[in-house]
């Protein structure tokens, strides 16, 4: 087995309880706008975003349209049922970037598992995320002191899964391709960004699959369901997350 000294983490998903920050975020910014709250909204939102981001994966949307675009779809929705509110959807986007920037809760096994890998690993996040959430999020964060940097794709000028983007985060840790092949591990929950970049630039993978999905055609080179299993495979076992 390979000892991996280098770790991407995709941030959402993985590391970040996004499902509940999303949810308490969205919320914040319905109830602002005098617009239900409940459940069944918030999923709707949810679908909508997901729907939104995949598409930006698949270079149909950029990333400004995208920001929008999800609220309008949202209010567009609420309309055809009767139920308006008191605000555009740009103004929703603004107030929604603000509040999701306050969010920033983990997993539980996020802080151990980081803090085992720390002293063995040069860690890093990756992250298709809006520089201006990821970074409120992560300066409020107990991970923070365990990463190096954050390679926030609208920053960068590209996205994940796009073999430029895995490019500009090699270089910029200084790293070549070839030597990146047999020290970079990328941790990630989504198949078609995190693992299917990873595949792009020829880079082992850990698929985080705690629901136990079906990975398709997808070849993750490692799946785990809880990111305790992460360390007996990045650096050959031995460590504990006490």
Same mark, same amino acid.
């Given at each position: 087995?390979?000892?991996?000294?280098?770790?991407?983490?995709?941030?959402?998903?993985?590391?970040?309880?996004?499902?509940?920050?999303?949810?308490?975020?969205?919320?914040?910014?319905?109830?602002?706008?005098?617009?239900?709250?409940?459940?069944?909204?918030?999923?709707?939102?949810?679908?909508?975003?997901?729907?939104?981001?995949?598409?930006?994966?698949?270079?149909?949307?950029?990333?400004?349209?995208? !920001?929008? $675009? =999800?609220?309008?779809?949202? /209010?567009?929705?609420? %309309?055809?049922?009767?139920?308006?509110?008191? &605000?555009?959807?740009?103004?929703?986007?603004?107030?929604?970037?603000?509040?999701?920037?306050?969010?920033?809760?983990?997993?539980?096994?996020?802080?151990?598992?980081?803090?085992?890998?720390?002293?063995?690993?040069?860690?890093?996040?990756?992250?298709?995320?809006?520089?201006?959430?990821?970074?409120?999020?992560?300066?409020?964060?107990?991970?923070?002191?365990?990463?190096?940097?954050?390679?926030?794709?609208?920053?960068?000028?590209?996205? !994940?899964? $796009? =073999?430029?983007?895995?490019? /500009?985060?090699?270089? %910029?840790?200084?790293?070549?391709?070839?030597? &990146?092949?047999?020290?970079?591990?990328?941790?990630?929950?989504?198949?078609?960004?995190?693992?299917?970049?990873?595949?792009?630039?020829?880079?082992?993978?850990?698929?985080?699959?705690?629901?136990?999905?079906?990975?398709?055609?997808?070849?993750?080179?490692?799946?785990?369901?809880?990111?305790?299993?992460?360390?007996?495979?990045?650096?050959?076992?031995?460590?504990?997350?006490?």
């Amino acid at each position: 087995m390979k000892r991996y000294d280098i770790i991407l983490f995709d941030a959402d998903g993985t590391l970040y309880d996004f499902e509940t920050s999303e949810a308490r975020a969205v919320s914040e910014v319905l109830e602002a706008c005098g617009l239900p709250t409940d459940e069944g909204t918030v999923r709707l939102y949810h679908r909508i975003n997901d729907a939104e981001w995949k598409a930006l994966e698949r270079g149909e949307t950029t990333r400004e349209r995208l !920001k929008v $675009e =999800r609220f309008s779809k949202l /209010l567009s929705r609420l %309309s055809e049922a009767g139920i308006k509110g008191n &605000a555009t959807a740009e103004q929703m986007c603004s107030m929604y970037v603000e509040a999701l920037s306050r969010q920033c809760v983990l997993f539980p096994e996020s802080e151990p598992v980081c803090r085992a890998l720390f002293p063995r690993a040069q860690l890093y996040i990756i992250t298709n995320g809006i520089t201006n959430v990821q970074r409120g999020r992560f300066a409020r964060s107990p991970i923070t002191k365990y990463f190096r940097d954050i390679f926030i794709s609208e920053a960068m000028g590209a996205v !994940k899964p $796009e =073999r430029r983007y895995f490019e /500009l985060v090699l270089g %910029s840790i200084g790293i070549s391709e070839e030597e &990146a092949r047999e020290r970079v591990l990328v941790v990630g929950d989504s198949l078609s960004s995190d693992i299917k970049g990873a595949s792009s630039i020829g880079l082992d993978s850990c698929w985080f699959n705690p629901k136990g999905e079906d990975a398709g055609g997808a070849r993750p080179t490692y799946t785990v369901k809880s990111l305790y299993e992460l360390l007996d495979i990045s650096c050959g076992g031995g460590i504990n997350a006490d």
